[in-house]
Nanobody, 118 residues
Framework: QVQLVESGGGLVQPGGSLRLSCAFS????????MSWYRQAPGKERELVAH????????NYADSVKGRFTISRDNAKNTVYLQMNSLKPEDTAVYYC???????????WGQGTQVTVSS
């Protein structure tokens, strides 16, 4: 079974940084394009960042562009989201999603809470 487990969330002050991790297990990580989504209270889940299965291409939501960086280490079966210059509006539950580029099946992690507040 494919499993994705996020970690690294927590409470941080505005302007601070966090690094989220998503550990993948159960299948071939290099077959999966990976994304980070977030869902804030009262809002729909939105795509934050995406990285291709090869790790050669990334894209970001306009709201986080220049502040967040998605990366992956296929040898460690892990995808990361480095979040800098955090703002209160970044407060949300952050979810890791893997998309198998061969089968087109997707898988979701359980989410990790990020709260940006003074």
């Amino acid at each position: 079974q494919v499993q994705l487990v996020e970690s690294g969330g927590g409470l941080v002050q505005p302007g601070g940084s966090l690094r989220l991790s998503c550990a993948f297990s159960g299948f071939i990580f290099s077959n999966y394009a990976m994304s980070w989504y977030r869902q804030a209270p009262g809002k729909e889940r939105e795509l934050v960042a995406h990285i291709t299965s090869t790790g050669t291409n990334t894209n970001y939501a306009d709201s986080v562009k220049g502040r967040f960086t998605i990366s992956r280490d296929n040898a460690k079966n892990t995808v990361y989201l480095q979040m800098n210059s955090l703002k209160p509006e970044d407060t949300a539950v952050y979810y890791c999603k893997g998309l198998n580029v061969i089968t087109r099946n997707d898988y979701w992690g359980q989410g990790t809470q990020v709260t940006v507040s003074s």
